[in-house]
C-alpha cells in the first residue's frame, strides 16, 4: 500500500518569476530563456508560443517547442527558465507550467511526429490541451525520464511552505467540494518576493506523486502586486502544472472555489468565480484518479514577518458530494508568524483560518 504524501509542508524556495509577453524568438539563437508559463494566449503574465505548438520535454534537461510539422521554433534549458511557485507546494521550471485560456480541457492521447534534430519520437500519453471552442492548443509530450519537481526554493532567513490548513486523508472518495470565503485584505508590506495563495482542494494518487485540483486565490503570483483567481492542477501524466487564465479579484469581493466530477464528459472540472463581477478561471483536468484528500489551506512564499501574510480567512458554507471530510486542523511551528490558528468552526462547513 503507498504511503500518502500531504503535499508542500515546510520550509523551502522561489526564484520570483519574470514577467512580460514573450513570443516565440529566433531559432538561430541556440537556448532562450523562458521566465514565465509558456501559453497559446497573448497575455503579458505569459511566454507566448504559437497555438497548435508541440511541447518536447526531453531527458537531458531541454524543452523544444516544435511547430506542428516537427520544425523547430525554440529551445530552451530548463535549469535557466525562471522558478515559480505553483500552490501544489513545489518549485517548477516556467517550462513545466502551462497557462491556458478558461475553459480549456486536458486529454491523453497517442501521439507521434516526426521532428528535425531528434527524428520520430512516439508516445502513448501526449497532453493535449484544448481551448473551450474544441480547438487544439499545445501538445507536450515528456521523455520516459523525466526529474521531480523540486520543494518549494526559499530565499535565505524565509519560509515557504503550507503555513496552516484543515484537512481530510482519510476518504474513499469525493466527486464534489464547493467552498466560498471573502479576498482578505492584503499583506500590510510584503517584499516584491512574496506570494501567497488560499485555496480548497482535492488530491488523489494514480502513481507515486500525488495529483492535486485546486481553485486558487492568489496574491503577487509571477509579481502581479495584486489579488488574482485562477485554476489550478497538476501535475500531469507528461509532469506539466495546469493554469486556467487569472481574473481580476479585490479585497472583499466574495469567490466560489468549486471542484466536481462531470459524468457527462467523464471529467474532472476546476472553477474560481469572482461572484461580484462574474468572471471565473475553469479548467477540465480529465480524470487523473479517485479524489480521496480534501484541504482548505494558505501556502506562502518567501515570508519573514506578519507583514507578508493577508488577513483572516473564512471558507464557509461548504458543500461536498461523495464523501463528506472530518476536518483536522495543522499549523507549521517552524513559521516566523504570530496569531495562527485554524479554527474548526462547524464540521464540515466552516474553518477560519487566523494570520
Not at 532562450?32 to 508559463?37: F, L, Q, T
Not at 485554524?342 to 494570520?355: A, D, H, M, T, Y
Amino acid at each position: 500500500m503507498k504511503t500518502k504524501k500531504i503535499l508542500a509542508i515546510g520550509i523551502v524556495a522561489l526564484v520570483a518569476c519574470g514577467v512580460g509577453l514573450a513570443i516565440a524568438q529566433d531559432p538561430s539563437k541556440e537556448y532562450v530563456v523562458i521566465n514565465a508559463p509558456l501559453s497559446p494566449e497573448e497575455r503579458e503574465d505569459v511566454y507566448h508560443i504559437p497555438p497548435g505548438s508541440i511541447v518536447y520535454h526531453s531527458a537531458d534537461g531541454i524543452t523544444t517547442i516544435y511547430t506542428p510539422n516537427g520544425k523547430i521554433i525554440l529551445k530552451a534549458r530548463d535549469s535557466d527558465a525562471a522558478q515559480i511557485s505553483v500552490p501544489a507546494g513545489v518549485s517548477v521550471p516556467a517550462t513545466y507550467i502551462t497557462q491556458s485560456p478558461s475553459g480549456s480541457r486536458v486529454t491523453y492521447e497517442p501521439f507521434k511526429f516526426h521532428t528535425k534534430d531528434r527524428g520520430l519520437i512516439v508516445t502513448e500519453k501526449a497532453t493535449k490541451i484544448y481551448g473551450p471552442n474544441g480547438r487544439l492548443l499545445l501538445t507536450i509530450v515528456s521523455s520516459t525520464e523525466q526529474p521531480k519537481h523540486s520543494s518549494l526554493a526559499t530565499k535565505s532567513g524565509r519560509y515557504s511552505g503550507w503555513v496552516e490548513k484543515a484537512y481530510e486523508t482519510n476518504a474513499n472518495w469525493f466527486v464534489g467540494f464547493t467552498a466560498y470565503w471573502d479576498c482578505p485584505s492584503s499583506p500590510p508590506s510584503p517584499d516584491s518576493c512574496v506570494v501567497d495563495f488560499l485555496f480548497n482542494a482535492f488530491q488523489c494518487y494514480p502513481g507515486d506523486d500525488a495529483v492535486i485540483l485546486q481553485p486558487v486565490l492568489e496574491w503577487n503570483q509571477c509579481g502581479s502586486g495584486c489579488w488574482t483567481g485562477a485554476a489550478w492542477w497538476g501535475p500531469d501524466e507528461n509532469n506539466q502544472y495546469h493554469r486556467g487564465s487569472p481574473i481580476n479579484v479585490n479585497v472583499g469581493n466574495s469567490l466560489e472555489g468549486k471542484i466536481w466530477w462531470d459524468p457527462s464528459y467523464q471529467v474532472w472540472m476546476i472553477r474560481i468565480l469572482n461572484q461580484d463581477t462574474g468572471s471565473s478561471s475553469l479548467l477540465c483536468a480529465g480524470n487523473p484518479g479517485n479524489m480521496v484528500d480534501a484541504f482548505v489551506a494558505l501556502e506562502v512564499v518567501n515570508v519573514d514577518d506578519d507583514n507578508d501574510v493577508p488577513g483572516d480567512t473564512d471558507f464557509h458554507d461548504m458543500t461536498f458530494m461523495g464523501d463528506t471530510p472530518t476536518w483536522i486542523e495543522d499549523v507549521d511551528p517552524n513559521a516566523p508568524l504570530t496569531g495562527l490558528d485554524v479554527e474548526i468552526v462547524s464540521q464540515p462547513e466552516r474553518v477560519k483560518l487566523q494570520n
